[in-house]
């Protein structure tokens, strides 16, 4: 994932985004400017509310701002969210959406020893969102899965599999419906894991795998699914691990890469200094990677991670009272 190649300065797109991204990202920020790196950030604007003062909800110009960057950080989406991240992945061809699961201390995890990848295809699927026709009965909707973005995302999965030391790749469809659609994707595994003798494969129908995920979510090391199967599973396993306020996940393609949270807008909890940075501020130490500043990215994840051990300063989503500014300034006082 990383660019392995580091740089004097970096030019940084923050597109905040909706509700609780405005929080989280500047208690992420905050972070960023403690640690020994030089960052220059431009700011961009998309989403609902960009939609109601501007008439567009993802600008040009933030596009643009993206495209010129050396990678993203993006906060929330909300209602907009096909408009606005969605097409932000598709345009920017980020093909690769990666959204780690993993068990921290002091977050009412199912168990201790989760800790895997999802792999999730980022750029067709259901989310192409083509369902412009209303039929007499109701609407239609259309699923794209071709040859091509299969065979990338799952030769991304096993190549990540071999490059960090993992032994088994779990292929997500289901073939046994949709045969066309996820009949090739399950050929395409196959075909794909025979350049990986070394990685063990299995394959499940995604129903089955919501409930391995609950029973034996510890067999787990890395799942490749399509675009919609992909975004469900990993809030199942947000579930599994504390809740939304930790996962965080990155866009990667060819041209460029984003990082954001896998939680949403958060239209409940906004404006309230009460939101969990820790997934947005994981997302941050992804890019950090990305970007090949990986002393920086270890000291910034110790930081978190003496937070969750102290146990002191958490948020109301882990069961204590430290409001989203309290627990960045811990952080900040653990680097
Ligand atoms: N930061 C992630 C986010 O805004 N999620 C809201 C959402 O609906 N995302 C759709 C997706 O991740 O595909």
């Known amino acids: 994932m990383s660019t392995s ?149 799952i030769d991304y999965a096993f190549n990540y599999a071999a490059e960090n030391n993992k032994s088994k790749v779990t292929g997500v469809h289901k073939a046994n419906v949709l045969k066309k659609t996820d009949g090739l994707f399950k050929e395409i595994f196959y075909e794909v894991a025979k350049d990986y003798p070394d990685i063990a494969t299995e394959d499940f129908y995604v129903d089955a795998t919501a409930m391995y995920l609950i029973t034996q979510p510890e067999s787990f090391e890395i799942i490749v699914t399509t675009n919609l199967f992909g975004d469900i599973l990993s809030d199942e396993g947000a579930g599994l691990v504390g809740g939304l306020g930790l996962i965080p996940s990155a866009n990667i393609g060819e041209d460029g890469a984003l990082f954001e949270p896998v939680h949403g807008s958060a239209p409940d909890i906004a404006g309230q200094n009460k939101a969990n940075p820790i997934a947005m501020m994981l997302s ?9 500043e990986n002393d920086s990215a270890d000291r910034f994840e110790s930081a978190i991670l003496k937070v969750l051990n102290d146990a002191n300063k958490l948020t109301s989503d882990l069961g204590g009272s430290a409001t989203t500014t309290e627990l960045a300034d811990e952080i900040i006082k653990n680097l």
């Open 5 to 153: 190649k580091t740089k004097d300065s970096y030019k940084i797109a923050v597109v905040p985004g909706d509700g609780i991204g405005q929080e989280v990202m500047k208690a992420t920020i905050d972070v960023l400017n403690s640690l020994d790196i030089d960052f220059e950030y431009v700011y961009g604007d998309a989403g609902d509310e960009c939609l109601e003062r501007t008439g567009t909800a993802l600008p040009s110009e933030t596009l643009d701002m993206i495209r010129e960057s050396d990678a993203c950080l993006f906060g929330a989406a909300g209602e907009t969210a096909a408009d606005v991240i969605v097409k932000i992945r598709q345009e920017m061809k980020m093909f690769a959406n990666l959204r780690p699961v993993k068990a921290y201390p002091n977050t009412n995890s199912l168990s201790d020893d989760i800790d895997f990848m999802i792999v999730r295809e980022n750029t067709e699927g259901m989310y192409i969102a083509d369902e412009e026709s209303y039929t007499d009965e109701g609407a239609v909707a259309k699923r794209i899965i071709t040859r091509e973005a299969e065979r990338r995302i």
């Open 284 to 292: 941050s130490i992804m890019m950090l990677r990305y970007l090949g």
